[in-house]
């Protein structure tokens, strides 16, 4: 599986940014897709992730409320909507593909390029 990442950008806080994670490859052998970010100088973390296919989705407490993860299957492609934005949300974020549900890295096995977030105050 390969996956491709775009939409980052620089943005004022309280701004809005939507990111797209567009898959290629041997697609259905990854019914998850999702999203981790990673600031400079600490750990990678969980943002939020979907199940292609029945639509279940799983979000850090940190975004709930203001990020929304959503899927296109017939592009292949995963979004994440960013409202009401944060300086502490400006990392890198990477989106990934696997086979579990859950909020740690182990449950996936393919990562894309990440996409740098940079939110001003």
């Known amino acids: 599986v390969q996956l491709q990442a775009s939409g980052g950008g620089l943005v004022q806080a309280g701004g809005s940014l939507r990111l797209s994670c567009a898959a290629s490859?041997?697609?259905?052998?990854?019914?998850?897709m999702g999203w981790f970010r990673q600031a400079p100088g600490k750990e990678r973390e969980f943002v939020a992730a979907?199940?292609?296919?029945?639509?279940?989705?799983l979000y850090a407490d940190s975004v709930k409320g203001r990020f929304t993860i959503s899927r296109d299957n017939a592009k292949n492609t995963v979004y994440l909507q960013m409202i009401s934005l944060k300086p502490e949300d400006t990392a890198v974020y990477y989106c990934?593909?696997?086979?579990?549900?859950?909020?740690?890295?182990?449950?996936?096995?393919?990562w894309g390029q990440g996409t740098q977030v940079t939110v001003s105050s």
């Open positions: 490859g041997r697609t259905f052998s990854s019914n998850v």
């Open positions: 979907i199940n292609r296919i029945y639509g279940n989705t």
């Open positions: 990934a593909a696997g086979v579990l549900l859950i909020k740690r890295d182990t449950g996936f096995n393919y």
